[in-house]
């Protein structure tokens, strides 16, 4: 795991998405690429006859040429290997156009401050259709730390035997490692085998079974979270159908609008 992207644009969750990454790369010893998109307008039909579009457009493309050149001048003090990516278009297709050999991606979870960009549709989208890890950070943080208390999602699913082989590279420099099985009566897997395969990587972990019920597997993994004092938490994305997902809520989708800490998601 060497190659981080990161999305930038002009929005509240930015300064997240760019610190995150940076001590992401550093950790890795890798290489930051930036996707910096200026993303087409969404106009009433009216002003979009009348060359509204256009405008707004470049007016977002003006802005964005504006974000590049503070953000690139403080790249330069930084100590990584970076570069950058310009897309104008849609937000999805730009920003997984650009994951080519990316290891991970870096976005934000669903922004609080603001609707605009849909970062959790974002990171729905992507790790379904890119297969690529990806670390969803709230917008208030400004720091990814690696070496922090790992918590880990458990329910034996393909999604979760995922996200922990992905996350592997990050969890050897974790200080702690706690899994959390959470069982709603169909575990496939013991998290006692998930603490197995960590230690032949050198790896130690420590098991919180819970059973769940009702809409408790979220609010489990929410409450470790916050009495761990974890830097982070690892879970498999979207282990219903997205159907299922999108009509109903899911663990996933309250993790991404509510999880205090990043989200590190594979699919």
Request: hydrophobic share 45%; glycine share 6%; proline share 4%.
């Amino acid at each position: 795991m060497k190659n981080v992207l990161v999305l930038m644009h002009d929005d509240a969750g930015q300064e997240a998405r760019f610190q995150a990454a940076l001590d992401l790369t550093r950790m890795l010893d890798g290489h930051l690429t930036c996707v910096d998109v200026a993303i087409v307008p969404v106009t009433i039909n009216d002003y979009a006859e009348f060359g509204g579009t256009a405008l707004l457009m470049s007016d977002e493309q003006a802005r964005e040429k504006a974000n590049r050149a503070q953000m690139e001048a403080r790249l330069r003090v930084e100590d990584v290997p970076h570069d950058w990516i310009e897309a104008s278009g849609l937000l999805a297709p730009c920003v997984r156009d650009a994951t080519g050999l990316a290891d991970l991606v870096v976005l934000n979870r669903k922004l609080d401050s603001i609707d605009f960009p849909d970062m959790r549709t974002l990171v729905g989208e992507l790790v379904i259709e890119t297969g690529r890890p990806i670390v969803a950070v709230p917008e208030d943080v400004r720091s990814f730390d690696a070496f922090g208390h790992a918590v880990v999602a458990w329910d034996g699913s393909a999604q979760a035997e995922a996200a922990l082989r992905a996350a592997t590279p990050l969890l050897q420099h974790a200080r702690a490692v706690t899994i959390v099985e959470v069982d709603d009566g169909s575990l496939k897997q013991p998290a006692a085998e998930a603490a197995e395969y960590l230690s032949r990587h050198g790896i130690h972990s420590t098991i919180r079974r819970e059973v769940a019920v009702a809409d408790r597997p979220s609010s489990i993994l929410l409450d470790t979270v916050v009495e761990q004092h974890a830097a982070y938490l690892v879970m498999g994305g979207f282990s219903h159908s997205r159907f299922r997902e999108a009509t109903f809520g899911g663990v996933t989708r309250r993790m991404l609008a509510e999880c205090p800490v990043p989200l590190f998601l594979a699919h």
